[in-house]
């Protein structure tokens, strides 16, 4: 039977990254095939988030920050061992032999092409000389669009993907050209999966009243400001999920949320202020109104803007001058049907990496 070796970025502790593995996976077995996630150990990801190699690495100027990420190390270590199937421990040395048990090969999604978070590891563009198919699904460069080394590495290796697959289609253009070779766009795994099958692993929030959430992946004093406009308004109150140490009185802060009570919270939501990609993501599949910041972390803003192009609805970035009073409607019929054409196109190409030859 086809089995499919899936190499991303799996062991970082942040909602995205986990969700989108998850979705990814069994959205190759509701189509009827196999998959592991690769476990492979990249080292830039442990240094960034493995608690012990991030203290060594970086030392007691950040020693403030090493109980956070013990934390958020516990809580996604606990979701991977209840819903992610995993192979046998890779690195560097042994992540050939392992890929050799596979006859499909995917890398991505996430930012496994941004050079800047996987410390130039070569592993994400699949450089094996092996007897299997290669492709990457919904792979992102972030803003590594413009690195040097990023355009090596498609021009080496590009070409000998079955099929390259991006998940912004602002840089479809400049990978075909780097690699010599026709790229397609698809959809972030974590939209694959529709709303009802998310909120099957989905723990609602035990909060009552009616609540604006303010999710942030980076500074963002102007969402901050606008929720609270609206909650004055509104009277609604207002919750922050971050893990910073950050602390507004006025504002009830959630921290340290499990990835199952990351979705709750959305599920829940009256309104979404957020910077981060999945953020847009996770309001979209639940059917929130919401708005993203026109400025956020270099290259997030990006990706949010080239999904909601996708779907139509590019009036949810937030102005200087928004009137929280009269922010337009989404027509989530139209959206949703949008998003079922793409999630359709985006499916289809997954099955035909097992039918090829």
Request: net charge positive; with cysteine.
């Amino acid at each position: 039977m086809e089995k499919a070796g899936i190499l991303t970025f799996h062991r970082a502790s942040n909602y995205g990254a986990v969700l989108q593995a998850y979705a990814l996976q069994r959205t190759i077995e509701q189509i009827g095939f196999s998959s592991e996630i690769i476990d492979y150990r990249s080292p830039a990801i442990e240094a960034a988030h493995n608690p012990l190699l991030f203290s060594k690495k970086f030392g007691a100027k950040n020693i403030l920050l090493v109980p956070v990420k013990i934390i958020k190390h516990k809580i996604f270590s606990d979701f991977r061992k209840r819903y992610l199937r995993l192979s046998e421990k890779a690195d560097n040395k042994s992540i050939e032999s392992i890929i050799s048990n596979y006859t499909v090969l995917i890398t991505g999604s996430d930012q496994v092409w941004n050079d800047k978070i996987s410390g130039q590891d070569v592993n994400y563009f699949l450089p094996y000389n092996l007897p299997v198919r290669k492709y990457s699904y919904a792979a992102s460069l972030g803003d590594s669009y413009n690195s040097a080394w990023i355009r090596e590495m498609l021009a080496k290796f590009g070409s000998k993907f079955n099929t390259i697959s991006l998940r912004e289609k602002s840089v479809q253009d400049y990978v075909s050209e780097a690699s010599s070779k026709k790229c397609r766009v698809d959809v972030d795994p974590t939209l694959l999966l529709c709303k009802g099958e998310w909120l099957e692993i989905a723990q609602k929030p035990k909060f009552q009243d009616p609540y604006i959430l303010v999710y942030t992946l980076a500074p963002a004093p102007a969402l901050i400001k606008a929720a609270k406009g609206m909650s004055d308004k509104t009277g609604m109150k207002i919750v922050f999920l971050n893990n910073s140490f950050t602390y507004d009185r006025n504002i009830k802060k959630t921290r340290f949320s499990t990835p199952e009570e990351f979705i709750g919270w959305f599920s829940e939501a009256s309104f979404v202020f957020t910077n981060s990609f999945h953020g847009t993501v996770f309001s979209i599949i639940m059917n929130k109104p919401f708005l993203i910041s026109k400025n956020a972390v270099v290259g997030l803003n990006k990706r949010s803007a080239d999904l909601i192009q996708l779907l139509e609805i590019e009036n949810r970035v937030l102005s200087e001058k928004a009137d929280m009073e009269h922010i337009s409607e989404i027509d989530w019929e139209k959206t949703n049907l949008l998003l079922s054409e793409q999630v359709r196109y985006s499916k289809a190409y997954l099955v035909s990496m097992f039918h090829e030859e």
